[in-house]
């Protein structure tokens, strides 16, 4: 099938066009029935605190940054100030691009290819991800189970929320058996690939490298059973800068009530869902401002605080995104491959 092989792209052009013009409609639709009076006025509110809400998601960043140097396979070795830069600037595309994700961390690791082999460079950043997973998944998780057994839920949020747990349970469980090192997914996917004679060209090219890859992922606990602790420790800390993050937002916001840290979790929790089940939407435009007023009021909040919020977030993150193209035009274009071979 030729001709539907070399429409794909286009339709999947198309496909993240549609989402990203979906994202800015509910965004004007959402922003519109709050009110740019009400949004003015909580910009008001945090006023120079914004500046801390930078130095908490810059201290956010550096948690995950730390986890990749942990992540980084010996005797190579990273630092702090090249995952840094280079997971700024993977997020910015990531942020920018509709399915970004697939741009992203091809992107960072090739921003550090100056330090490290690009198979050291991809193993460890996929590994930190691996990490990563498995406490979002954990956080997700824990905070779905806070609002179906706290919260009167409506119907439909509750089949979501219990739809959400079963996933995020069946997801841990995997990233936890990934983790562990008993399984290989993508060795035996492409062996039945091949088995069946329909593995692509390229693919089969490569199965040496993909396995080496992947044992070096898998086995990565196995091998050195000091680091697993700390990167999950990182990972934990990352989650917890967000809540400290939004624990200010609310405090800068929200008037006469006084917010809670629970409350500041599950906003951090739908936070995260948003960011996994969207991320093909280019700055999470319209989904984040709806998904985080429906939570306000479920907690007790007003929408427009809920929009108010994550609209603050929205301006953290377009900050961020423009640090992140600076690290992309001042360092990306001057990285040097690592002479060193695998």
Request: net charge positive; hydrophobic share 55%.
């Amino acid at each position: 099938m030729p001709d539907s092989v070399r429409r794909s792209p286009s339709a999947r052009r198309l496909g993240s066009a549609a989402a990203a013009l979906a994202g800015l409609l509910l965004f004007a639709y959402t922003v519109r029935q709050t009110g740019l009076e009400t949004v003015a006025d909580g910009f008001r509110r945090i006023g120079g605190a914004f500046a801390v809400i930078l130095v908490l998601s810059g201290l956010r960043f550096a948690a995950r940054a730390w986890a990749w140097v942990l992540c980084t396979e010996p005797p190579h070795a990273l630092r702090l100030r090249d995952t840094f830069p280079a997971l700024v600037g993977g997020d910015a595309l990531g942020n920018l691009l509709p399915l970004g994700l697939f741009v992203s961390e091809p992107t960072k690791a090739a921003l550090v290819r100056d330090r490290v082999s690009l198979m050291s460079a991809l193993s460890g950043i996929a590994l930190e991800n691996l990490f990563y997973t498995i406490t979002v998944a954990a956080m997700i998780g824990g905070g779905t189970l806070v609002l179906l057994s706290i919260f009167d839920l409506p119907a439909a949020l509750r089949v979501m929320s219990l739809v959400a747990l079963v996933g995020m349970t069946a997801f841990l469980l995997v990233a936890l058996a990934l983790a562990s090192g008993r399984f290989r997914p993508l060795t035996h996917v492409v062996g039945r690939l091949q088995g069946l004679a329909i593995a692509p060209r390229a693919l089969v090219g490569r199965v040496g490298k993909l396995q080496t890859l992947e044992e070096r992922i898998y086995t990565f606990a196995r091998r050195h059973p000091s680091r697993p602790g700390p990167v999950l420790l990182l990972e934990v800390g990352y989650h917890a800068l967000g809540v400290a993050e939004v624990y200010l937002t609310l405090s800068l916001l929200a008037g006469g009530v006084d917010p809670t840290l629970l409350g500041a979790f599950l906003f951090e929790v739908v936070n995260r869902v948003i960011n996994v089940a969207f991320k093909f939407v280019p700055l999470r435009l319209g989904v984040d401002e709806a998904g985080t007023a429906l939570l306000a009021q479920v907690v007790g909040y007003t929408a427009a605080l809920g929009v108010t919020v994550s609209l603050v977030r929205k301006a953290r993150m377009l900050v961020w995104t423009g640090v992140g193209v600076a690290f992309l035009a001042l360092r990306g274009f001057r990285t040097a491959p690592y002479p060193m071979p695998d």
